[in-house]
């Protein structure tokens, strides 16, 4: 994969995305300076002066609604902000919304993922022109007659610009019925505002199919669902840039741009491993004889602790989890602790399973815990189709604050499905991913009208938890996934949303009713997702000191999270550990402050007092560039006393910037391994994660 080819593209192709709608844009005198009213027309068309040509720009029909609702969008968005930033916010929100599906549909052509399996973006023969330009009719996209004839004019006058927008529209909504959070109905002023071309050279579209190789895309020749993610990550440097060099408080909206870092793939599988992939381990390490045919209580405990870390590094070389790292040599007490946990939380079928990411971004994790998942699903005896949809459905969850990541993130799931099961795509198939929403703009009088037919005891019941969890959802864009929420009775309140009062006669007060329904249910499933305890919560969390936090989030922090409240890496981690059940493991990368300052001592002693640190990679500087430093561990959510954990310590010296290859390496060698028993830390003053002081080899 060529990450310089990649990252190119992506800087380049947001800020021609953004010239490109503002110029649509201004042609309708919507511009950074304001708005301009519409020329005086006699006949159902507005026209604008265009400064440019001198001539005027003309708009009819369904333009002239989608042209109104852009303007009203900007107008609500100025509440909160200026005109310019309203205009700039909303004008990028549609460059974004256009990327993140021209990459969706770069990646679905070049794997046959398509429904009508012909090219959108491209040409098989490698014309200019795409196939679905070249040949429309035999993408069976259902046109209406106004349509087709619409298309057999373009063809006729060699428009192929227009020709390819009206087409790549048609597609786009189509494919609403299969990933419908992805490909939303554009008959809007997404629609409006679309300003791509595949005449142009120097257009997106072309960049995008020659500046990228194909087979970067394509699974079947090495290609991955991963360049997702590389995708969205290098098309928020310049935002992300930029809100560091203000040197002031990171607004609201430019949190996700600001917070989020690719994770390496070898460091997410070192996390996957020994998180989901131990739950595995931990159940088979335990069954049976073993090769010299003894059963472990015909040995010494010298040699069934041997046999239980060879049987651990056997299990992990037949899955291919080759960042599997074994539990070190245990006593005979710490065997037993561990035994007896064992028996208690032994699941009993891998579709009992959940994990989350509750910082998902663009689902690099949540990708590659698929494909373990789907490994102990075959260990089992599942079919790869049937464990697919089971996975969808039953195991994989995930959060975050930004909503086009989001979209990423439920893309790169349900591709990474279809690569298993070739019927997901039937847009009938769950999956549980969400952007966490906010309950701010939602009408709250249309809860009257819910309920309908419920007892007075079951209504009154629904209504207070409903306007409970409305209030905390209030600004949860400015929280994301640290909100601390109420768990409900979520069963009783789908009942009391659906049960909307189908006899109720419009009116001002009862407008809206069935989307007021729809947005309910999908912050039912939210919060739902967020009270949920689970086996492995593992995680990427956004970085920003508090420094950078405005008023509400530093206040939110401080008041719910005293003890980690100095950074959002450390929030989250704290978190997470109220995410995973006691039996369960939390994986995370984030910054090491938490493992040595005293401003984090009270989080460290509850820590080692109540949980147990399984693994650690102790990074050091690099993995993000330049960075500040990172370790990635591995924490068992409940404490073992005197457990030895193991440690890796990759990196020399701490000053240095490392080559992350350098550091993955390091990782297959016999060197710096420590082995650690956490009292250990516990008996020097703020309990220093100083796991080098004991004997390494």
């Known amino acids: 994969m060529n990450k310089t080819a990649i990252k190119n593209f992506a800087i380049w192709a947001r800020n021609k995305l953004i010239a490109d709608i503002q110029y649509r844009a201004g042609l309708m005198g919507i511009t950074a300076q304001g708005i301009k009213n519409a020329l005086p027309q006699s006949t159902p068309t507005m026209e604008f002066y265009d400064i440019g040509t001198a001539e005027p720009y003309s708009i009819t029909g369904n333009a002239i609604q989608q042209r109104q609702k852009l303007v009203e969008i900007i107008r609500q968005k100025e509440w909160d902000s200026d005109y310019s930033t309203a205009y700039k916010y909303i004008l990028e929100e549609v460059a974004y919304t256009w990327f993140n599906r021209l990459i969706a549909i770069r990646f679905m052509e070049v ?25 429309p009719f035999d993408a069976d996209l259902d046109f209406t007659p106004a349509e087709e004839a619409t298309i057999q004019r373009l063809k006729t006058d060699n428009a192929l610009d227009e020709l390819f927008r009206l087409l790549f529209i048609k597609q786009c909504n189509a494919l609403n019925e299969i990933l419908p959070a992805l490909f939303e109905k554009t008959s809007d002023y997404t629609e409006l505002l679309l300003n791509l071309s595949v005449v142009d050279q120097d257009g997106v579209v072309y960049h995008l199919i020659h500046d990228i190789d194909e087979d970067d ?23 992300k840039n930029a809100a560091f060099a203000k040197n002031g408080k990171i607004t609201k909206d430019e949190i996700p741009a600001v917070t989020q870092l690719f994770t390496p793939d070898w460091i997410v599988r070192y996390m996957v491993q020994n998180s989901l992939g131990r739950l ?39 899955m291919e989890w080759k960042y599997y790292l074994p539990e070190a040599a245990q006593t005979k007490e710490v065997r037993e602790q561990l035994d007896k946990i064992q028996q208690q939380s032994e699941y009993k079928d891998v579709r009992d399973i959940k994990v989350i990411d509750p910082c998902m971004g663009s689902g690099h994790i949540l990708v590659y815990a698929f494909d373990v998942l789907m490994q102990m699903y075959e260990d089992a005896g599942y079919s790869q189709r049937d464990a697919a949809k089971s996975i969808l459905e039953n195991n994989l ?19 990474k499905a279809r690569q298993y099961n070739r019927r997901i795509l039937n847009g009938e198939i769950a999956c549980h991913v969400y952007a966490i929403q906010e309950s701010n703009n939602i009408n709250r009088a249309h809860l009257k009208y819910l309920g309908a037919g419920m007892d007075d005891l079951e209504v009154n019941t629904a209504r207070v938890q409903l306007e409970g969890l409305l209030d905390t959802l209030q600004d949860a864009k400015e929280y994301g996934s640290i909100l601390k929420v109420e768990s409900y009775n979520w069963e009783l309140l789908r009942r009391f949303v659906s049960a909307a009062d189908a006899g109720t006669q ?14 309910l249910m999908t912050l039912i499933s939210i919060v739902e997702t967020m009270t949920r305890k689970y086996d492995a919560v593992v995680t990427n969390p956004p970085y920003m000191g508090s420094a950078g936090m405005e008023a509400k989030l530093s206040g939110y922090v401080k008041k719910h999270y005293p003890d980690s409240k100095s950074d959002m890496s450390t929030v ?10 006691s039996s369960g493991y939390v994986a995370m990368i984030n910054i090491p402050v938490w493992m040595f300052l005293t401003s984090y001592t009270k989080l460290r002693k509850e820590l080692l007092s109540l949980k147990t640190i399984s693994s650690m990679l102790h990074l050091g500087r690099g993995v993000f560039g330049a960075d500040f430093g990172t370790t990635a561990f591995v924490i068992r959510n409940e404490r ?27 990782f297959f060698s016999d060197k710096k391994w420590f082995f650690a028993i956490q009292e ?18």
């Not at 419009?506 to 947005?519: F, R």
């Open 506 to 519: 419009i009116t001002m007060d009862s407008t809206g009713l069935e989307v007021t329904e729809e947005q």
């Open 397 to 415: 969850y995930g959060l975050d604050i930004d909503d086009r990541a989001y979209q990423l993130a439920y893309f790169a799931v349900m591709m």
């Open 572 to 581: 989250c981690m704290e978190k997470a550990m109220t995410m995973c059940k």
């Open 680 to 697: 250990s830390f516990m008996e020097i003053t703020d309990t220093p994660i100083v796991y080098w002081l004991n004997d390494a080899s």
């Open 640 to 666: 073992i006393f005197s457990f030895k954990g193991v440690y890796r310590r990759l990196f020399d010296k701490p000053s240095l910037v490392d080559n992350e290859a350098a550091k993955q390496k390091l």
């Open 217 to 239: 895309f394509n699974i079947e020749k090495g290609g991955q669902v991963e360049i997702i993610g590389w995708l969205y990550q290098y098309y928020n440097t310049e935002p």
């Open 280 to 318: 595995f381990i931990d159940k088979r390490k335990s069954e049976g004889i073993f090769a010299d045919g003894r059963s472990l209580d015909e040995m010494t405990w010298d040699e069934a602790e041997e046999t239980r870390i060879a049987t651990e590094k056997q299990l992990a070389e037949q």
């Open 111 to 135: 794997n046959d993922y398509l429904p009508s399996r012909i090219r959108v973006l491209s040409s098989e023969s490698g014309k200019l022109e795409p196939d679905l330009v070249t040949t």
